[in-house]
């Protein structure tokens, strides 16, 4: 590593710890010419997948556009930040997982739903009216359906089924 204050490549290694954060390590570093120190940061390198939009366009993934994204349906809803960079940190990872150069802007947006419905209904509903572009009251209502079904069966309000056992036998 080269000294930057006077570019002499010959520097040491004095202290090496992480960072608080643990993606990190902090390197405390002396210059062996001039003596002085300086500190550095090694951090892993990771590429997330380009996104492949649907005119067949790439652009590079921006955890910034998908902030924004999930910032907008959230907007006015009880969500705490902390959960909302848990949700980001989440998609990435399975992005990271996916271990693929590219992902189409689909396989995103049903990411981001998994993590919205998990978060807030209301802000999942909003993004899927855009995200599934629904042209209708129809396909509104048949989401939300599709989204109210599950909890009503495991809250038990479905309708009874009729018993098919004979009486009296």
Do not use: W
Not at 8 to 28: H, L, M, P
Not at 64 to 92: N, Q
Not at 101 to 130: C, H, N, P, W
């Amino acid at each position: 590593m080269k000294c930057p204050f006077c570019s002499n490549a010959d520097t040491q290694v004095v202290d090496s710890r992480t960072s608080e954060e643990g993606d990190a390590i902090r390197r405390r570093r002396q210059c062996g010419s001039c003596g002085k120190r300086f500190t550095t940061y090694e951090r892993a390198e990771l590429f997330l997948p380009a996104i492949v939009k649907k005119d067949g366009s790439r652009v590079d993934y921006s955890k910034d556009k998908l902030r924004g994204s999930l910032m907008l349906a959230l907007r006015k809803r009880p969500v705490p930040a902390e959960a909302i960079d848990e949700a980001l940190s989440s998609i990435e990872e399975k992005l990271l997982i996916s271990a693929v150069r590219e992902v189409s802007t689909k396989f995103l947006g049903e990411l981001v739903m998994q993590q919205l419905k998990q978060l807030d209904t209301v802000a999942y509903i909003r993004f899927a009216s855009v995200y599934k572009s629904f042209e209708d009251l129809q396909s509104f209502s048949e989401e939300i359906a599709h989204l109210t079904a599950p909890a009503e069966n495991a809250k038990g309000h479905t309708k009874p089924k009729a018993s098919t056992a004979k009486k009296g036998a």
